[in-house]
């Protein structure tokens, strides 16, 4: 497996990775990208800002994620919280969960964790549904501490959402 910089290669994987979460979401009865978001615009301009990775098997991504170097302005309202200052904010992080890869999930934050350190980050900050119970899981198995509720747009909808951190 090697953690590495998404290109416009990886674009048929991340779109089935899409559609694999939007279903699981879905069918574990969680409101959260079931519209337009994320779609292939974003994809395409998070690779093209040099921010997207991907964890590849045998040439094939099977997990993808955004890593923000920038504020999260919806986080601000909890800034007092947070304790790092050099962190990357993950956005649309998904997994391949149909058994591509054993513990698909742990292996992909296992490798953003060291990638970060490596990078001399001293967190990261990622939200999510509070109904994702899968995200909310992992999150907890890596021991990210619970922030607070922020408030999102999706696809133009005010969406609450739970914000984390994970000191290095």
Same mark, same amino acid.
Request: glycine residues 6%.
């Given at each position: ?97 149909? +058994?591509?890869?054993? &513990?698909?999930?742990? %292996?992909? /934050?296992?490798? !953003? ?7 001399? $980050? =001293? ?13 909310? +899981?992992?999150?907890? &198995?890596?021991?990210? %501490?619970? /922030?607070?509720? !922020? ?7 005010? $969406? =609450? ?8």
């Amino acid at each position: 497996m090697i953690f590495r910089k998404a290109s416009k290669k990886d674009i048929y994987d991340i779109e089935k990775l899409i559609e694999f979460s939007r279903t699981s979401l879905k069918n574990d009865g969680v409101d959260q990208w079931q519209k337009t978001n994320p779609d292939l615009y974003l994809i395409n301009r998070q690779i093209d800002e040099e921010c997207a990775y991907v964890l590849d098997l045998d040439e094939r991504a099977f997990a993808y994620a955004y890593l923000s170097k920038n504020e999260e302005p919806t986080y601000k309202v909890w800034e007092d919280k947070f304790e790092g200052d050099k962190y990357f904010v993950i956005h649309t992080l998904m997994v391949d969960g149909g +058994g591509v890869v054993e &513990k698909a999930g742990s %292996k992909f /934050i296992e490798a !953003i964790i060291d990638f970060s350190k490596k990078n001399l $980050k =001293d967190s990261l900050r990622i939200d999510t549904h509070k109904d994702n119970f899968r995200m909310r +899981g992992l999150l907890k &198995k890596y021991n990210f %501490k619970e /922030i607070g509720i !922020i408030r999102i747009d999706e696809d133009g909808i005010p $969406k =609450d959402r739970i914000c984390y951190e994970l000191i290095l």
